[in-house]
């Protein structure tokens, strides 16, 4: 059973940078979407972008500016990086992967949605 | 795309039968997807595109719908179905969810 597992410091200063790791453990990182979806306290979720297995990466237009996405195939994880950080990015941090998408047997294509997800971490951005 | 969730809050008792309407703001075909939540943990892939049913969900889950408007019916509501729920546009980026419905014990 294919599981994620984000890792990183619970507590950023204002003005720096948030770095996430999201270890991929029992499965491939090969042909899938990797996403980062954020929860604020009490609200709803944000996508912040994903990663894909080739390296290429789509961003929320919203954090377009201070975000960075990457992909590690040796060690089988993908990273986010969030800069310049403010309260209002305090929130809790999912790791989440995608499907590629397919089409069934009457050429129909099938978008899968995010089907495993991490446990989630906590981010406060506090000085 | 803007996603809208009705209601925004629901009281139901087990058993009883649970529909919750996602509107979008413009025609994202069958493109949507709907998650369970409960608090302190992740959310939970119920049902892609529109209709499909995630393996090792309950068939008691059903989406519907297609367009601007789909529906997430849970046909007889049991305990461990108190939580909230989201649905999902698979259409275009960014990528969006609805505001979440809540469903609690009447």
């Keep these: 059973q294919e599981q994620l597992q984000e890792s990183g410091p619970g507590l950023v200063k204002p003005s720096e940078t948030l770095s996430l790791t999201c270890a991929v453990y029992g499965g491939s990182i090969n042909s899938f979407y990797w996403n980062w979806i954020r929860q604020s306290p009490g609200k709803g979720l944000e996508w912040i972008g994903f990663v894909h297995h080739s390296g290429s990466t789509n961003y929320n237009p919203s954090l377009e500016s201070r975000v960075t996405m990457s992909i590690d195939k040796s060690k089988n994880q993908f990273s986010l990086r969030l800069n310049s950080v403010t309260a209002a990015d305090t929130a809790v941090y999912f790791c989440a992967r995608q499907p590629l998408t397919y089409y069934d047997v009457d050429g129909y294509p099938v978008r899968y949605g995010f089907d495993i997800w991490g446990q989630g971490i906590a981010v406060t951005v506090s000085s | ?106």
């Design chain 2, 1 to 106: 795309i803007q996603l809208t969730q009705s209601p925004s809050f629901l009281s139901a008792s087990v058993g009883d039968r649970v529909t919750i309407t996602c509107r979008a703001s413009q025609d994202i075909s069958s493109y949507s997807a709907w998650y369970q939540q409960k608090p302190g943990t992740a959310p939970k892939l119920l049902i892609y595109t529109a209709s499909a049913l995630q393996t090792g969900v309950p068939s008691r889950f059903r989406g519907s719908g297609s367009g601007t408007e789909f529906t997430l019916t849970i046909s007889s509501l049991q305990p461990e179905d108190f939580a909230t729920y989201y649905c999902q546009q698979l259409d275009s980026y960014p990528r969006t969810f609805g505001q979440g419905t809540k469903v609690e014990l009447k």
